[in-house]
């Protein structure tokens, strides 16, 4: 799927592999004096590319492509899916979707969205293997580098029709993500120029753009849906060093702040008040041990992961060291994910019990006496040190063997390691969620040869479950099958789910209706000044 998958950097709030750039250098790390008077003042970080939505898969870009831009669909700030651009998206036959968009969609220069805009975009992001080319693979003839999808048919101006390789009964859900927006007709003329100040078909349109400094995007008057903007603007901020914007929030210089930093896990609570942010977002931490690993393969590796799991004290860890901004983990998905439950069978194999821990440990033993040590690789430019050595010291202290943590200097090097399978022992892993699916959390990460399973697992009967949820009549049917799939990895253990990260953030007292969503974002077009 995307590489937004990959969590590379985990002190400062929740950071993935290109999600999250840094921001650029600012003039003084301030807000002071941004915007108009009820323009929004929010934290952001300098865009990596032009804002075209087929190439952006970072948080700086996103976070405006998400409000200038709209989809057949949009998620609201529960991951629910509700028809935005699309007035319907209707199933024919087992593979073929019909979308027919609203006749009064227009983009900001008040010309009509038509099917052409839809259609042309996803194969443009296709021929040019843009960042987000992937997302397409559900549709038939899905190739980089191809000029056109079979799959992709125009109707007439208001209609076209995606015809899917096979039955995917959750595809539906995935068109809320920004790789399926729209491009207008005149961003083919240059396409660098054209994302410098792209025309917007959402509820906001870009207002300015001054390059490693702010971003301002002012409501759309042509937008019709329901993500009507309700305050006169939003300027983002690109700040260096999220303790400067953290301190600007406490000013009261910036409105509103989705990632606090570390410095701050303690305190920004008492500081906030009822304006402080700290729920559950879509991001799974984990690490993950190796199929091939000595003595953690067959029944031998079922009682060694079961017992590593067991050994962990996740209340322990994410009190002390995250201060409270981590959940610990109960599934493999998080649970701001529709379908998510809390009462899978198995689901106690991720609760601490040193008792139990030291009982499958040395029935593993009985199999093949374990020497040696057991290692969690982690980068080290990501401020994991803490948690991996609080990880391996909870194993060490239960189970009485060498747990260490070993460092790689950067997430490049252990990913290349990860990837190119010479890595020895087990590594930390995360997934942050493309869209609000069950399934995203699962089938790129377990499923046989799955570009993202990194663990090399492999169970037919998962495979199976997860081709049955897939070919479901819907979500709704789909929901208990992936969690089926789920019991089956509670007994496998392919990776040790530790917690979900939490969305830290505040707002200060100059605005209202301030609301984090599933992905851990502001919903920017419901907050009022006052």
């Not at 259609?119 to 580098?145: D, H, R």
């Not at 953690?296 to 060694?304: A, P, Y």
């Amino acid at each position: 799927m995307s590489i937004k998958k990959f969590l590379s950097l985990g002190a400062v709030g929740v950071m993935t592999l290109g999600l999250v750039a840094c921001g650029g250098e600012s003039t003084d790390g301030s807000a002071s004096g941004q915007g108009g008077d009820n323009y929004v003042l929010v934290n952001g970080s300098e865009p990596q590319n032009p804002l075209i939505p087929g190439d952006t898969n970072e948080n700086g870009g996103g976070r405006i492509i998400d409000s200038i831009y709209s989809g057949l669909i949009y998620y609201d700030g529960e991951g629910k899916a509700h028809n935005d651009i699309a007035e319907s998206i209707d199933l024919v036959g087992e593979k073929i979707y019909r979308v027919r968009l609203k006749e009064d969609a227009k983009w900001s220069d008040g010309t009509q969205v038509t099917a052409e805009d839809f259609v042309k975009a996803w194969n443009y992001t296709m021929e040019n293997a843009l960042m987000s080319a992937s997302f397409y693979e559900p549709i038939l003839g899905f190739e980089e580098g191809k000029s056109e999808m079979e799959g992709l048919k125009v109707e007439d101006a208001q209609t076209f029709t995606i015809e899917l390789a096979e039955p995917m009964a959750d595809f539906p859900e995935q068109l809320g993500y920004s790789a399926f927006f729209p491009l207008h007709p005149s961003a083919y003329d240059n396409i660098e120029s054209y994302g410098e100040k792209p025309v917007s078909n959402g509820p906001y349109k870009l207002e300015a753009w001054n390059h490693n400094q702010d971003a301002t995007i002012v409501p759309n008057e042509e937008y019709t849906g329901e993500r009507k903007a309700q305050n006169d603007g939003v300027t983002f901020v690109f700040y260096a060093q999220q303790d400067a914007a953290y301190a600007d929030l406490l000013a009261g210089n910036l409105d509103v702040l989705d990632v606090v930093p570390d410095s701050a896990f303690a305190t920004f609570e008492n500081e906030l008040g009822e304006r402080a942010v700290n729920q559950p977002a879509a991001v799974f931490q984990s690490f993950t041990i190796p199929d091939n690993l000595e003595h953690f393969s067959g029944e031998e590796g079922k009682l060694r992961r079961a017992a590593l799991s067991r050994a962990i004290n996740r209340e322990e860890i994410t009190d002390t060291i995250f201060q409270g901004t981590r959940t610990p983990a109960t599934d493999f998905t998080s649970p701001v994910i529709p379908g998510h439950s809390e009462n899978l069978n198995g689901a106690e194999v991720l609760s601490y019990d040193p008792e139990e821990a030291k009982r499958l440990w040395t029935e593993a033993d009985a199999i093949s006496p374990f020497t040696g040590e057991f290692s969690i690789s982690y980068n080290a430019d990501g401020g994991h040190q803490p948690w991996v050595d609080a990880v391996a010291n909870s194993i060490r202290n239960t189970l009485g063997i060498e747990a260490v943590g070993n460092a790689y200097p950067d997430f490049k090097s252990l990913r290349d390691d990860v990837t190119n399978r010479t890595l020895k022992g087990a590594f930390r892993t995360g997934w942050q969620g493309d869209f609000p699916l069950l399934g995203n959390f699962i089938v790129p990460l377990y499923r046989t040869g799955a570009s993202s399973n990194d663990g090399d697992y492999s169970n037919p009967e998962v495979d199976r479950l997860l081709d049955e949820a897939a070919g479901a009549a819907n979500l709704e049917e789909a929901s208990p099958t992936y969690n089926q799939a789920q019991e089956i990895l509670l007994a496998d253990l392919p990776s040790i789910p530790l917690w979900y990260s939490n969305v830290t953030g505040g707002f200060s007292e100059n605005v209202d209706n301030v609301t984090f969503s599933w992905k851990s974002q502001p919903l920017y077009y419901a907050i009022t000044k006052k």
